[in-house]
C-alpha cells in the first residue's frame, strides 16, 4: 500500500480522535517524566505485550522515534493495530463513505443545522476561500473531517507519518503478524450513524478551534513524547467536554469492545505488540487503567 492509498484508507476514526483531541485544550506542555515514553508492557511467564500510544498524524521530524519504543517492535513478532490495514477494501471504503457522508435524499447541510452554526461555517469556509454550497451535500460529520484534514495537511500533518503508518510498512516489510482490532467500515458506520445532533456538535467545535490547531496539537504530541498520560488524559477530557454520548461512543464503547482482544494476547507463546490512539490508553475510562483493574501489571517503559 503506498502513501496515496494509505490517505485515503486510514482509520478514518483514528484521524478524528486526533481532531477531536485538538479542539479546547486547556492542558498546559507536559511535565519532565524521567525519560518515559507513550509505551507500556505487560509481562507474563511466556510472553510479554507491549501497548504503544499512536498519534496517526505526525510530521516527518517526529522521527526517529526513541530506542525503547524500536526495542519493543523488534521484539514482537505479531503487530495489532486499531483495524488490519491488509483487509480493507479501498474502493468499498469509498462507497460506504458516500454513501454514509452525503445526503441522498433531498436534504441538504442546512436542514441538519441550526441558523448559527450554518452561518459560522459559512463564514469559516468564505475564509478559506470556499463557498458552502459545494458542500451542501455533506452530512455534519463528513464536512467537520474534510476541513479539520484539510487544515492539518495545510500545517504539514500528514497520516502518512503518523505512528501506525511507520509500523505499518515496518511489518510489512519484516514480514511480521499483522491483525486488527475492528474494521474500516465499523469506524466509518461510527460516524455515519451518528445523530444529527452529535454531528452538529462536533462540526462546531471544530469550527470554533480551528484557528489554533497547531498550537493544541503541539501541546498534544509534546505529552505523548513524553508519555504524559496525565497530560493526554486532561486534553482527552477538555475535548469531549458536554459531549458524553460521542465520548461513551468513540472512546468508553470501543475500550470495552478491545479489552478481550488484548487480555487474550496475555500469556500466549510470542511477544505482540498493539498500537491503539493514544487516547484510548489513558485516564479513568482507558484501557491501562481497566487493565490495572483486572490485575494485571502494566509498567510503563
Known amino acids: 500500500m503506498n502513501n496515496r492509498s494509505y490517505r485515503k484508507t486510514i482509520s478514518v476514526l483514528s484521524a478524528i480522535l486526533l481532531f477531536l483531541l485538538c479542539i479546547n485544550v486547556f492542558a498546559q506542555q507536559s511535565k519532565e517524566h524521567d525519560q518515559k515514553h507513550p509505551l507500556w508492557k505487560i509481562s507474563s511467564k511466556t510472553n510479554t505485550v507491549y501497548i504503544l500510544g499512536s498519534v496517526h498524524v505526525l510530521k516527518q521530524d517526529a522521527y526517529p522515534l526513541d530506542k525503547s519504543i524500536e526495542k519493543a517492535y523488534a521484539n514482537s513478532p505479531r503487530l495489532f493495530f486499531e483495524i488490519n490495514f491488509d483487509q480493507v477494501d479501498e474502493q468499498k471504503l469509498q462507497q460506504l463513505t458516500v454513501a454514509k457522508g452525503a445526503y441522498h435524499d433531498g436534504r441538504t447541510l442546512k436542514d441538519d443545522l441550526s441558523k448559527q452554526t450554518y452561518e459560522l461555517v459559512k463564514q469559516r469556509l468564505a475564509g478559506q476561500g470556499l463557498n458552502i454550497e459545494k458542500f451542501e ?11 479539520e484534514v484539510s487544515e492539518m495537511q495545510r500545517l504539514g500533518f500528514d497520516p502518512s507519518k503518523g505512528v ?29 450513524d451518528m445523530p444529527a445532533r452529535m454531528q452538529e456538535a462536533m462540526l462546531l467545535e471544530i469550527m470554533k478551534g480551528i484557528d489554533n490547531v497547531q498550537k493544541e496539537v503541539d501541546v498534544i504530541i509534546e505529552a505523548w513524547k513524553s508519555g504524559d498520560a496525565e497530560a493526554l488524559d486532561t486534553v482527552l477530557l477538555n475535548s469531549f467536554e458536554g459531549f458524553p454520548d460521542v465520548y461513551q461512543q468513540l472512546i468508553t464503547d470501543r475500550n470495552k469492545n478491545w479489552m478481550p482482544k488484548i487480555e487474550s494476547l496475555i500469556g500466549q507463546k510470542e511477544n505482540a505488540m498493539i498500537i491503539l490512539g493514544a487516547g484510548h490508553l489513558v485516564g479513568k475510562d482507558g484501557i491501562l487503567a481497566a487493565l490495572k483493574q483486572e490485575g494485571y501489571q502494566v509498567e510503563q517503559l
Open 137 to 147: 451535500r455533506f452530512k455534519p460529520w463528513l464536512l467537520a473531517m474534510s476541513i
Open 164 to 192: 501506525d503508518n511507520y509500523f505499518y510498512k515496518k511489518a510489512k516489510k519484516d514480514k511480521k503478524e499483522i491483525d486488527g482490532f475492528e474494521t474500516a467500515e465499523y469506524q466509518l458506520n461510527l460516524l455515519g
